[in-house]
Every structure is written in C-alpha cells, then in structure tokens.
C-alpha cells in the first residue's frame, strides 16, 4: 500500500500570504496524483486531478506540481474561503490511498 | 449539472447489513468509474471500494474486503455497495464519487454522504 504523507498538518497564515502544501508518496504514484478542498460540513471539493491539472471552475490561484513522490499544492493569495482542510489521494495502485490533510488555518 | 445522491444508511448492530444506494444524473453515469470513500467525522478520508464504467474491475480496501460487495446498474444509473458483518469501525459517513476525467486520478463530484451508525 503506497502511503501519502502530507505535511504540515496545520499551516497559519493570513489572507493574502502564499499557501504551499506537500503531499509525499512512499513510493512513486507517477502523475495519478489529486488534490481536494473540504470545509467543515461539506464534501471534498476537487481541485487538482493528474498532478496538475486544474479542475472545472476551480480559481487560478490554485496550482500544483509533482511527479513522482514528491508534489506540492500552492495557493498563491490566500482568500478568505479558502481556509480549509486539503487532502492528496493517489490512484497509481489499489489500494487508492489519501494523506492525512493539511489544515489551512487563519493566522 | 452532475449529481450524486447517496440513500440507505442507518443505525445497524454489530454483525448487521446494510445496502448503501447512489444514483448519478447530468451525465453519463455507464462511461465513469465510481468510488465508495468513507470518513469519520472529524477524521480524514479513507477510498473503501472503485468500480470501472462497466463493471470489469472491482477493487476494495483491504478492512473491507470480503464483507462489502460494490456494484453497479448502468440502466439506472445506480451504484451500490452492500455492506455485510459491519463492525464498529465502519461508522463513519459514506461518499459515492465518481472519475472526473476518464482515466484520471481524481473525483468529481461527490455526494453529499449517508451516514453509517454500527453500535449495540
């Protein structure tokens, strides 16, 4: 089972900084790598599918990178709605596995 | 507008059944995969089961193995998983999901969850 490690698990920040979150895999997930936003009460909310790839609708301060084991989430200016817990899930091998989150929390 | 809707969860006894429903509309619900992923609230996120478009390949986690059984009715545009011998540790709200992009690693949309009680 190919674990994902995310780290922090808790980011502080205020609105307006630069968010970066990291996701490692334990072994290598190639790009089958997503990301996803959850608020409190909600679903998960896709944000990044295939390492990279923004999802429909989701803002351009959103982007990813990564290949491999190591991959990066960065929102690049924080906005109010977007404080929030954020998971990384890969689909490279079965069983699919998510990180632990990484908790965006308002500074 | 693509939706799914998750029906079926409840209180159950350790031991007890359970068959959870979710039915897609706005798209084309026989040319997606579709996942089972299940939370505990307050807790992260854990993928329980995955099906292809039609059915071919099924996998599940291994704490679910052998006791949940994941299927699909293309007609009706249904998923379900069948959840048999459920222990306390599977309490937890159910999300049905499906492949957002064929092929892709990633889930769009989700449903809003039912949830799953196991206690005596």
Known sequence: EIVLTQSPATLSLSPGERAS???????????????????PGQAPRLLIYDASNRAT????????????????????????????????????????????GTKVEIK | EMKLVESGGGLV????????????????FSDYSMNWVRQV?????????????????IYYADSVKGRFTISRDNAKNSLSLQMNNLRAEDTALYYCTKTAVIGSAGDDPWGQGTLVTVSS
């Open chain 2, 13 to 28: 006894k350790p031991g007890g059944s359970l068959r959870l429903s979710c039915v897609g509309s706005g798209y084309s």
């Open chain 1, 57 to 100: 609708g989701v803002p351009g301060r959103f982007s990813a990178t990564g290949t491999g084991t190591d991959f990066t989430l960065t929102i690049s200016s924080l906005e109010p709605e977007d404080f929030a817990v954020y998971y990384c899930q890969q689909r490279s091998s079965w069983p699919s596995t998510f990180g632990g």
């Open chain 2, 41 to 57: 609230p307050g807790k992260g996120l854990e993928w329980v089961s995955f099906i292809s478009s039609s059915g071919s390949y």
């Open chain 1, 21 to 39: 979150l990291s996701c490692r895999a334990s072994q290598s997930v190639t790009i089958f790598l997503a990301w996803y936003q959850q608020k």
